[in-house]
């Protein structure tokens, strides 16, 4: 019964954390749109008010007129009926902690550790997981105080950052937690950019001009610098966020590597959009990205070899291809798993006869050969055993061999 109630946990949160994320990103892509969009106003009386800029859009069969105030409307007062765009954000990354916690604290055995790449109990592994995000916040937000004036500079070093507790992750946690990770600390420091300086140099703004007082630029100017980082982080979050479905890119040995490459291609692409709302139309920038992915296609390609001269390789034979899974996968893919945690088979793959093997075959290989199976090598698949799998997949590939 735990483990059932534990799964609708992680169904309902997983809606939810998608349906705000979906509210939170769009929200930042239109905000970032807009800003990007707006022309000088065209009446004086505007400029007068302290408008900087204005966009006309239509949708919906309606016509919308946005104009931009930098610290608020001059002459008269700031209206009551402010919008705030923070519990989108907030409600995003409360479900993800939760997500995380249901999953990789409470399942750390089984999905946060592989005792292969670092030996660990799950008390260690849960306190890496956490200080992981806390340290990555603390970094992030000394280095943007310190290199404040310094963008450029301060832009590598946030790449660098992100690419060495990319690395770092991959050898201590399995390779799909270190994915989840990666994003879990870029989404911290996204929310908290929201959540420490974004809203409360806005509030800091908004009682400064009902108070009368000349508002001070110091809080604009930190909240947009903030916010054009979230803007550059929102594509990789969104490739960590569905990648967990992928074993292709984060079961690959250099999975680390992959997701750097990923992510470069991710800000490039979101490059040229930010761009474009200004004008700016650099193809380049697109272009190189779908380059990057598709050398990643080719690179990450399953592997041919030993497919034409199967014939001179023992042949695996069916039973020793089914020991293995009754050995290594069947305590999860059974129609009662016997594994801790498991109310149901994952992905509704039962594996417990030769004909459920058969039909499950070119599955059953890419999970072995990428490590994505079994989930954070809990029952110990040998690379022996993996080889067995991935030899007998290839000669049924080859030579129709039935099972």
Same mark, same amino acid.
């Given at each position: 019964?735990?483990?059932?109630?534990?799964?609708?946990?992680?169904?309902?949160? %997983?809606?939810? @954390?998608?349906?705000?994320? +979906? !509210?939170?990103?769009?929200?930042?892509?239109?905000?970032?749109?807009? #800003?990007?969009?707006?022309?000088?106003?065209?009446?004086? *009386?505007?400029?007068?008010?302290? +408008?900087?800029?204005?966009?006309?859009?239509?949708?919906?069969?309606?016509?919308?007129?946005?104009?931009?105030?930098?610290?608020?409307?001059?002459?008269?007062?700031?209206? #009551?009926?402010? @919008?705030?765009?923070?519990?989108?954000?907030?409600?995003?990354?409360? *479900?993800?902690?939760?997500?995380?916690?249901?999953?990789?604290?409470?399942? =750390?055995?089984?999905?946060?550790?592989?005792?292969?790449?670092?030996?660990?109990?799950?008390?260690? =592994?849960?306190?890496?997981?956490?200080?992981?995000?806390?340290?990555?916040?603390?970094?992030?937000?000394?280095?943007?105080?310190?290199?404040?004036?310094?963008?450029?500079?301060?832009?590598?070093?946030?790449?660098?950052? $992100?690419? !060495?507790?990319?690395?770092?992750?991959?050898?201590?946690?399995?390779? %799909? !937690?270190?994915?989840?990770?990666?994003?879990?600390?870029?989404?911290?420091?996204?929310?908290?950019? +929201?959540?420490?300086?974004?809203?409360?140099?806005?509030?800091?703004?908004?009682?400064?001009?009902?108070?009368?007082?000349?508002?001070?630029? !110091?809080?604009?100017?930190?909240?947009?610098?903030? *916010?054009?980082?979230?803007?550059?982080?929102?594509?990789?979050?969104?490739?960590?966020?569905? /990648?967990? @479905?992928?074993?292709?890119?984060?079961?690959?040995?250099?999975?680390?590597?992959?997701?750097?490459?990923?992510?470069?291609?991710?800000?490039?692409?979101?490059?040229?959009?930010?761009?474009? @709302? %200004?004008?700016?139309?650099?193809?380049?920038?697109?272009?190189?990205?779908?380059?990057?992915?598709?050398?990643?296609?080719?690179?990450?390609?399953? *592997?041919?070899?030993?497919?034409?001269?199967?014939?001179? +390789? =023992?042949?695996?034979?069916?039973?020793?291809?089914?020991?293995?899974?009754?050995?290594?996968?069947?305590?999860?893919?059974?129609?009662?798993?016997?594994?801790?945690?498991?109310? =149901?088979?994952?992905?509704?793959?039962?594996?417990?006869?030769?004909?459920?093997?058969?039909?499950?075959?070119?599955? $059953?290989?890419?999970?072995?050969?990428?490590?994505?199976?079994?989930?954070?090598?809990?029952?110990?698949?040998?690379?022996?055993? %993996?080889?067995?799998?991935?030899?007998?997949?290839?000669?049924? /590939?080859?030579?129709?061999?039935?099972?």
């Amino acid at each position: 019964m735990e483990a059932y109630l534990l799964d609708w946990a992680n169904l309902l949160l %997983r809606w939810l @954390h998608v349906i705000s994320g +979906v !509210a939170w990103i769009g929200a930042s892509f239109y905000f970032v749109m807009l #800003d990007n969009s707006l022309t000088q106003p065209v009446k004086r *009386s505007d400029s007068d008010k302290g +408008v900087s800029g204005e966009l006309w859009a239509v949708h919906g069969g309606g016509f919308y007129h946005s104009q931009k105030y930098k610290v608020g409307p001059k002459g008269e007062p700031l209206s #009551d009926n402010l @919008h705030w765009s923070k519990w989108e954000a907030y409600t995003t990354w409360f *479900s993800g902690m939760a997500l995380l916690v249901i999953i990789y604290w409470f399942g =750390a055995n089984t999905y946060l550790i592989d005792q292969q790449v670092m030996p660990m109990s799950a008390t260690m =592994a849960i306190t890496i997981s956490g200080s992981v995000l806390v340290a990555g916040w603390l970094i992030y937000n000394t280095l943007c105080r310190v290199l404040a004036n310094k963008d450029t500079l301060l832009t590598a070093i946030i790449l660098l950052l $992100i690419i !060495a507790t990319d690395w770092a992750l991959f050898q201590a946690f399995s390779a %799909r !937690a270190a994915y989840l990770h990666v994003g879990a600390m870029m989404g911290t420091i996204m929310v908290f950019n +929201v959540m420490i300086h974004i809203i409360p140099g806005q509030k800091k703004v908004v009682a400064q001009i009902r108070a009368g007082e000349e508002p001070d630029s !110091a809080p604009g100017i930190i909240g947009k610098q903030r *916010s054009v980082h979230n803007t550059y982080f929102t594509l990789p979050v969104l490739f960590i966020m569905i /990648s967990g @479905h992928y074993p292709i890119t984060y079961g690959n040995e250099h999975g680390w590597l992959v997701l750097a490459f990923v992510m470069m291609a991710g800000v490039l692409i979101r490059q040229f959009f930010v761009l474009r @709302h %200004r004008g700016q139309v650099l193809w380049w920038l697109p272009v190189i990205g779908i380059i990057i992915l598709l050398a990643l296609i080719w690179v990450l390609r399953p *592997s041919t070899e030993g497919i034409d001269n199967t014939a001179s +390789v =023992a042949i695996v034979s069916d039973a020793q291809v089914t020991q293995v899974i009754a050995a290594r996968c069947t305590v999860c893919h059974a129609v009662s798993p016997t594994q801790a945690g498991f109310s =149901a088979p994952p992905l509704g793959l039962v594996l417990e006869s030769s004909e459920q093997i058969a039909l499950n075959a070119e599955k $059953i290989a890419t999970s072995v050969q990428s490590h994505y199976m079994p989930l954070g090598n809990l029952t110990g698949m040998t690379n022996e055993e %993996r080889l067995i799998i991935s030899t007998w997949y290839r000669q049924r /590939s080859t030579i129709k061999q039935p099972l």
